[in-house]
T-cell receptor, first 112, second 112 residues
Framework: SQQGEEDPQALSIQEGENATMNCSYKTSINNLQWYRQNSGRGLVHLILIRSNEREKHSGRLRVTLDTSKKSSSLLITASRAADTASYFCATEHSGSARQLTFGSGTQLTVLP | NAGVTQTPKFRVLKTGQSMTLLCAQDMNHEYMYWYRQDPGMGLRLIHYSVGEGTTAKGEVPDGYNVSRLKKQNFLLGLESAAPSQTSVYFC???????????FGSGTRLTVV
């Protein structure tokens, strides 16, 4: 069963706009991670946020985590055409040998 | 470039044939994983390993076997391929502490 569920499934925006993707999960976590996948490629790790953190930044990325609501959001600011990709959240649980459970992803299209 | 290397990149099998997917990492990571990705879905864990000589089942292990004879290699075997195993297979590795996964570029397998 999939732990994380992303919302929306697809998002189309203009270059320069911000993109927000949301992720919900069901059980307690050690951390939550976001990955990007370009078409036909492997996944690339973007950012990790621990369960005791509420917000984290990396370049144009901002991730928030609300453990009381079991949800996270990924904000990409000033989007570029090169940001077009699928974005996945993944959760790591206690005692799981660092196994990640992935959501079904958000397909982001940034129009030039 | 350092990272995770998967071979082959593409393969077509007939039902009932066997094959082995190879994964090699050069980052000295203890943990390694095999996932499959199907259209419209996130990644599902097949098997994983927490160290040389150890393997464990993930979410969807049926029809697959794995071996980790050397720390840097993690092999995924299909003994008798079925059309339901048509998928894209990703290998990944991670350190024991905190940090994201490093993924290979994937193997696209079609079983006819």
């Amino acid at each position: 069963s999939q732990q994380g569920e992303e919302d929306p499934q697809a998002l189309s925006i203009q270059e320069g706009e911000n993109a927000t993707m949301n992720c919900s999960y069901k059980t307690s976590i050690n951390n939550l991670q976001w990955y990007r996948q370009n078409s036909g490629r492997g996944l690339v790790h973007l950012i990790l946020i621990r369960s005791n953190e509420r917000e984290k930044h990396s370049g144009r990325l901002r991730v928030t985590l609300d453990t009381s609501k079991k949800s996270s959001s990924l904000l990409i600011t000033a989007s570029r055409a090169a940001d077009t990709a699928s974005y996945f959240c993944a959760t790591e649980h206690s005692g799981s040998a660092r196994q990640l459970t992935f959501g079904s992803g958000t397909q982001l299209t940034v129009l030039p | 470039n350092a990272g995770v290397t998967q071979t082959p990149k593409f393969r077509v099998l007939k039902t009932g044939q066997s094959m082995t997917l190879l994964c090699a990492q050069d980052m000295n990571h203890e943990y390694m994983y095999w996932y499959r990705q199907d259209p419209g879905m996130g990644l599902r864990l097949i098997h994983y390993s927490v160290g040389e000589g150890t393997t464990a089942k993930g979410e969807v292990p049926d029809g697959y076997n794995v071996s980790r004879l050397k720390k840097q290699n993690f092999l995924l075997g299909l003994e008798s391929a079925a059309p339901s195993q048509t998928s894209v297979y990703f290998c990944a590795s991670s350190p024991t502490g905190s940090g994201g996964y490093t993924f290979g570029s994937g193997t696209r397998l079609t079983v006819v």
